[in-house]
C-alpha cells in the first residue's frame, strides 16, 4: 500500500492564489520529504525539502511545512502562476535503505 | 546540467515480447533507479543499484529484471510483457544516497502492450 498519502488528486486555483496540497505518513523511518514537480511530457523535477528537525522551509513562492508529531507535511504554492500548472509529488525517503515513496500526485490547474 | 536519456519516449510491444528499456546518464552518478508511473498510485520504485553490477528489488519487481554493466547505464526488462505493464516508465539518477541527495529523472517512455 502507498506509504505516503497525498492529498487532494487535483485543483484548480486562480491566478495569484494559494495552492494547498497535504501529505501524511506512519513510518517513523522517514527522515527526508522532498516534493517534485512534473510538467507534461517531462520527468519529474526537485522543488524543495524539509529534514524533520525544521518545521517550515520557504524558497520563494513555495513554502513546505511540517508537522513531525502529527506525521504531515503539506506544501503551500504562494501567489499561483499558470507557469505552476504541474503535477506536484510528496515523497519521502526511508533511513534504512534510502529509498524514497512518492505520494499519488496532485495535478495543480491555475486559471489565468 | 545532469542529463538522463531514455532510449524510447514511446513503444508498442505485443503480450510475450522481451522488452528492453534503456537508460543513460552523463554526471558519473553513482546510484540509478527504475520506477512505474500510474495514475492515482504515484511513482513506484521497481529495481535500483548502487554500483555497477549491483541491483536492489524496490517495491514492484515481479515481472522485471534489471542490468547494469557500465555505471552510467541501466537497463529495464520485462521477460514476458503483459499488458498490466502497460505504463509510463521513469529512470533517475543521483550522486550519493546517505546524504541529502537529489534524484535526476529522464522524460520517460510510455510503453504500450497490446
Given at each position: 500500500q502507498q506509504q505516503v498519502k497525498q492529498s487532494p488528486q487535483s485543483l484548480i486555483v486562480q491566478k495569484g492564489g494559494i495552492s494547498i496540497i497535504n501529505c501524511a505518513y506512519e513510518?517513523?523511518?522517514?527522515?527526508y520529504f522532498p516534493w517534485y514537480q512534473q510538467f507534461p511530457g517531462k520527468g519529474p523535477a526537485l522543488l524543495i525539502a524539509i529534514r524533520p528537525d525544521v518545521s517550515e522551509k520557504k524558497e520563494g513562492r513555495f513554502t513546505i511545512s511540517f508537522n513531525k508529531s502529527a506525521k504531515q507535511f503539506s506544501l503551500h504554492i504562494m501567489?499561483?502562476?499558470?507557469?505552476?500548472s504541474a503535477t506536484y509529488f510528496c515523497a519521502a525517503r526511508n533511513q534504512n535503505d534510502y529509498k524514497l515513496s512518492f505520494g499519488a500526485g496532485t495535478t495543480v490547474t491555475v486559471r489565468a | 546540467d545532469v542529463k538522463v536519456t531514455q532510449s524510447s519516449r514511446y513503444l508498442v510491444k505485443r503480450t510475450g515480447e522481451k522488452v528492453f528499456l534503456e537508460c543513460v546518464q552523463?554526471?558519473?552518478?553513482?546510484n540509478m533507479f527504475w520506477y512505474r508511473q500510474d495514475p492515482g498510485l504515484g511513482l513506484r520504485l521497481i529495481y535500483f543499484s548502487y554500483d555497477v553490477k549491483m541491483k536492489e528489488k524496490g517495491d514492484i519487481p515481479e515481472g522485471y529484471s534489471v542490468s547494469r554493466e557500465k555505471k552510467e547505464r541501466f537497463s529495464l526488462i520485462l521477460e514476458s510483457a503483459s499488458t498490466n505493464q502497460t505504463s509510463m516508465y521513469l529512470c533517475a539518477s543521483s550522486l550519493?544516497?546517505?546524504?541529502?541527495y537529489e534524484q535526476y529523472f529522464g522524460p520517460g517512455t510510455r510503453l504500450t502492450v497490446t
Open positions: 513510518n517513523t523511518a522517514f527522515d501567489d499561483s502562476q499558470p507557469g505552476d | 552523463d554526471m558519473d552518478h553513482e550519493d544516497p546517505s546524504g541529502t
